[in-house]
C-alpha cells in the first residue's frame, strides 16, 4: 500500500505545453508538499498546503499553479512548459505537530515524477 | 536564516569499512536536524533526526549522527558499509517548533560502496 503516490512518473513533453501531477497519500496528514529536484540533485520546496490551505509559496514563476481539492491530495498544474522546468518532482507529506508540541520533523516522499521538457 | 553544508559530493568505502558522510549547519536557532536518504529512481525516506534531545541519534540500518554544537555538526555514520547503503544522503535542517515543515537541504553525498 503506497503512502504517497503521484502519478505520472515519468513525462516528456514539448516547450509551450500544459501539464499536471497528480499527488494523494493515505498516510491522513494534513500537511503535503511539492518540491523541485535538479539535475544536481538539489532539492527545493515550492508549495506546502496544510488542510487544503497554502501556507508555503516559494518564489516559484506562476505558471506553477498548485491545487489541494482535499487534505489528501494535492496536484500541480504547470502552463507554459520551458526547457528549465525539466527537473524531479516530489511531492510530500507530514503530520503537523499538535499546538503545544514539536512537530516530527519527518517527511513522507513520493517516488516522484520526472518531467523533461523538450 | 538556515543552511546545511554537505562537505563531500561523494564518498567511497568498501563493503564492511566505516561510514563518515560530513555536515556543517548554520542556524540563528538552535536547529532540528536530519539526514534522508535517496535510492536510485526513489523517493526520499528519513534516516534520523535531532530535536534538541539526546545529542547521538540513531537511526534505522545501522546509522547514526552525533550534533556537535561547538562544532555546528552533524555527521552521519555507520560502522560498516553494506552494499545496499550505495545511495545519496541528504544533511536538512529547519527551524524546531514551527507548526510547518520548512526544511532547508544539503547538496546531497553520494555514497558508492564497492565489493
Known amino acids: 500500500d503506497t503512502a504517497v503516490s503521484q502519478t505520472p512518473k515519468y513525462l516528456v513533453t514539448q516547450m509551450g505545453n500544459d501539464k499536471s501531477i497528480k499527488c494523494e497519500q493515505n498516510?491522513?496528514?494534513?500537511?503535503m508538499y511539492w518540491y523541485k529536484q535538479d539535475s544536481k540533485k538539489f532539492l527545493k520546496i515550492m508549495f506546502s498546503y496544510n488542510n487544503k490551505e497554502l501556507i508555503i509559496n516559494e518564489t516559484v514563476p506562476n505558471r506553477f499553479s498548485p491545487k489541494s481539492p482535499d487534505k489528501a491530495h494535492l496536484n500541480l498544474h504547470i502552463n507554459s512548459l520551458e526547457l528549465g522546468d525539466s527537473a524531479v518532482y516530489f511531492c510530500?507529506?507530514?503530520?503537523?505537530?499538535?499546538?503545544?508540541?514539536?512537530?516530527?520533523?519527518?517527511?513522507?516522499f513520493g517516488e516522484g515524477s520526472r518531467l523533461t521538457v523538450l | 536564516a538556515q543552511s546545511v553544508t554537505q562537505l563531500d559530493s561523494h564518498v567511497s568505502v568498501s563493503e564492511g569499512t566505516p561510514v563518515l558522510l560530513r555536515c556543517n549547519y548554520s542556524s540563528s536557532y538552535s536547529p532540528s536536524l536530519f539526514w534522508y536518504v535517496q535510492h536510485p529512481n526513489k523517493g526520499l525516506q528519513l534516516l534520523l533526526k535531532y530535536t534538541s534531545a539526546a545529542t547521538l541519534v540513531k537511526g534505522i540500518n545501522g546509522f547514526e549522527a552525533e550534533f556537535k554544537k561547538s562544532e555546528t555538526s552533524f555527521h552521519l555514520t555507520k560502522p560498516s558499509a553494506h552494499m545496499s547503503d550505495a545511495a545519496e544522503y541528504f544533511c536538512?535542517?529547519?527551524?524546531?517548533?514551527?507548526?510547518?515543515?520548512?526544511?532547508?537541504f544539503g547538496t546531497g553525498t553520494r555514497l558508492l560502496v564497492s565489493p
Open positions: 498516510l491522513g496528514h494534513d500537511t
Open positions: 510530500a507529506s507530514s503530520q503537523v505537530g499538535r499546538a503545544g508540541t514539536a512537530p516530527t520533523g519527518e517527511l513522507f
Open positions: 536538512v535542517v529547519s527551524r524546531p517548533n514551527t507548526g510547518f515543515q520548512k526544511l532547508v
